[in-house]
């Protein structure tokens, strides 16, 4: 596994050294989008409604637009010399009960790995939180984006940090449409309780699978294996379109050379 962010803990005057590896993966199943007609694969280019013409990594640059169609430009160098302690470091600003923090917040989730040199540290972090039922609340800098961080113990051995949205970044309930009033009667509140009773198990999550996906990958191998499947026209290459023009040329440059030879042929029998 590949490691995405190299930096530190920071956890009052103690610095733990470690490294961020994604903990969860996507496997959704991704559709190409193709044409209609001859079921070739539609390209997206990046082009310069300006210049009229593609362009390329190279050639683009960062824009804030603070005002409608009025940009400022902002490199590399400039988000390098914003004063951000936490670019580099994860830096432990709380400890709390995870019980408090609702689920909404949570984005994205890392293992946390220790350098070689900071696994004592990290074990003393790991433990102490452990002992106390506690997390920590951190900032951190992630690809050029400031996250509020919790950091917890996972799977007894190892921490996480669930990056989390900033409460400005979670939108306001009161703005939804309100729901309507209803009475509820009392033996259906009994009735619910009982059904919820009844379905209430321990988490398991090898208990469950995504059905939906099964099932697409099966309808998939099964337009497969009944060669239900559309192979794409042969687009022409650029080179060949070239060789093309270049032969259609000497194609005409050779019938004129002959007209005149045929030409020239006459004259002297005449």
Not at 234 to 256: H, M, Q, R, T
Request: hydrophobic share 35%.
């Amino acid at each position: 596994m590949r490691s995405m962010w190299k930096g530190a803990i920071s956890f009052g005057l103690v610095s733990i050294p470690i490294k961020l590896y994604t903990a969860t993966e996507d496997h959704a199943i991704h559709f190409r989008q193709l044409h209609k007609e001859c079921k070739s694969p539609i390209k997206y280019e990046k082009i310069c409604p300006v210049c009229n013409r593609s362009v390329s990594d190279e050639e683009i640059v960062q824009g804030y637009e603070y005002e409608p169609g009025k940009f400022v430009i902002i490199d590399d160098e400039d988000l390098e010399r914003i004063p951000m302690p936490t670019v580099k470091t994860i830096d432990i600003v709380d400890f709390t009960d995870i019980g408090q923090i609702d689920p909404i917040y949570y984005d994205k989730t890392y293992f946390i790995v220790p350098e070689d040199i900071g696994t004592k540290p990290y074990v003393l972090l790991r433990d102490s939180m452990k002992e106390t039922n506690r997390v920590a609340i951190a900032k951190v800098v992630i690809r050029s984006k400031q996250n509020l961080a919790c950091i917890r113990v996972y799977d007894e051995k190892y921490m996480v940090m669930e990056t989390m949205h900033f409460p400005d970044e979670i939108k306001n309930a009161n703005q939804l449409p309100p729901l309507r009033e209803v009475s509820l009667q009392e033996n259906e509140i009994k009735m619910a309780k009982q059904l919820i009773d009844t379905l209430t198990s321990d988490f398991k999550p090898e208990k469950y699978d995504d059905s939906y996906r099964k099932a697409l990958i099966e309808m998939i191998e099964s337009k497969i294996q009944d060669k239900d499947v559309e192979i794409p026209q042969k687009a022409p290459e650029a080179d060949n379109v070239l060789d093309l023009v270049s032969a259609l040329k000497a194609s005409i440059e050779s019938v004129k050379n002959e007209e005149k030879a045929k030409k020239g042929r006459k004259r002297k029998g005449a």
